[in-house]
C-alpha cells in the first residue's frame, strides 16, 4: 500500500503534461517545456516520457495534432486542409497531408469524404505500461571520478568510430590503461529521439593525473558524486535501451524517488573482444536527488 501514493503523484504529474499538450497543440510543446510542467528533469524527461505513455514526445504530439486535424476534417464542412495543416503545426499544407497519410492510410481530403474510424482507432490506441519487470535495483553512493573524455557529436550510429578513436589515446598516452582504469560512457540525448546531428555522448576512462596535451581531441571532466539507481545489463550495448526504460517505466513511479538533473551513464565492466558481446555486463547509472 505505501507505493500508492507514489504512484499516484507520479500519474498526476504526467497527467498534467497531458492536458498541457491538449491545451496547447498550437502552441510550444518542446522538451524543455514539457519538463518543465512535469517538474522532471530534462536529461530524463524523453525517457520518462516514453516509459509511461509508450510513445516518444514528438510522436505523442504529433498524434494528438494530427487527431484534432482528423476531427475538424470530418465534423466541419468549413474546415479546409490549410486549417488543419496550421492547427496542427505544420509549416505547409504538403507536409501536413504526407504525415497524415503516414498515420491514417489516405489523404486528408479522402478521410474528410469518408472518416475511417477503424483506422482511427488503431492509430490512436496510444499503449500504456501494463506489465512489471523483474530487475535487480540497487541504490548507491556513486562516488565523483575522474575521467578523460572523447565527446562524439553526431549519428549514435557513429559512435563506434570515436570508440576507436578514444582507444587509439589510451594505448599511445598510458594514461588510463583498460586493466586498471574503469571505463564510461555519459550519454547526454536518447538516441530514440535525439536528431542524429544533435546526439552528444561522452567516451570516458579513469584518470589519476592531469590529461596531457594530445592530437585526439581528449579532454578531462569529473562524473559528479552522489546518490544514483543502478541496474545491470547482461548483453550488446546495442540493446542497452532494453535495460533502460523499465527503470523509468517500472521502478521510478513506485519508488518515491527524484531524478537529479544530470544525464544517465554507463560503467563498462567487460572488455572486447575477450568478453564477446552477448555476455558483456554493462551497469546504467541514473542519478538520483539526495535525500
Known amino acids: 500500500m505505501s507505493d500508492l501514493p507514489s504512484n499516484a503523484a507520479y500519474s498526476k504529474r504526467f497527467d498534467a503534461v497531458l492536458a498541457f499538450i491538449e491545451a496547447n497543440l498550437e502552441g510550444d510543446l518542446c522538451v524543455k517545456t514539457l519538463s518543465r510542467v512535469a517538474n522532471f528533469s530534462t536529461f530524463h524527461f524523453h525517457r520518462q516520457f516514453t516509459a509511461f505513455v509508450g510513445v516518444p514526445v514528438s510522436r505523442y504530439v504529433q498524434l494528438m495534432r494530427l487527431r484534432r486535424a482528423a476531427h475538424g476534417l470530418s465534423s466541419r464542412a468549413d474546415y479546409s486542409v490549410l486549417d488543419a495543416a496550421v492547427g496542427a503545426g505544420f509549416e505547409s499544407p504538403e507536409a501536413f497531408s504526407r504525415a497524415f497519410r503516414r498515420a491514417f492510410g489516405m489523404a486528408p481530403s479522402a478521410f474528410r469524404k469518408r472518416p475511417d474510424w477503424h483506422v482511427w482507432n488503431a492509430v490512436f490506441a496510444i499503449p500504456h505500461f501494463s506489465r ?107 540493446h542497452i535501451a532494453e535495460s533502460i526504460y523499465p527503470i523509468y517505466r517500472d521502478w521510478l513511479p513506485g519508488s518515491g524517488e527524484e531524478l537529479r538533473d544530470h544525464p544517465l551513464f554507463f560503467e563498462y565492466l567487460s572488455v572486447f573482444p575477450e568478453t564477446p558481446q552477448d555476455q558483456w555486463q554493462t551497469d546504467i547509472y541514473v542519478p538520483l536527488q539526495s535525500l
Open 132 to 238: 512489471s519487470v523483474v530487475m535487480q535495483v540497487r541504490i548507491v553512493e556513486f562516488q565523483a571520478v575522474r575521467v578523460a573524455v572523447l565527446e562524439h557529436c553526431g549519428a549514435p550510429a557513429r559512435v563506434s568510430e570515436s570508440v576507436g578513436q578514444f582507444i587509439q589515446w589510451r594505448l599511445r598516452s598510458g594514461q588510463s590503461p583498460v586493466a586498471s582504469s574503469r571505463s564510461f560512457g555519459i550519454a547526454f540525448g536518447n538516441p530514440d529521439t535525439t536528431p542524429a546531428d544533435e546526439f552528444r555522448f561522452a567516451i570516458c576512462g579513469e584518470v589519476r593525473e592531469a590529461v596531457s596535451a594530445n592530437e585526439f581531441g581528449v579532454t578531462e571532466r569529473v562524473i559528479p558524486g552522489g546518490r544514483c539507481v543502478v541496474v545491470r545489463h547482461t548483453g550488446s550495448p546495442d
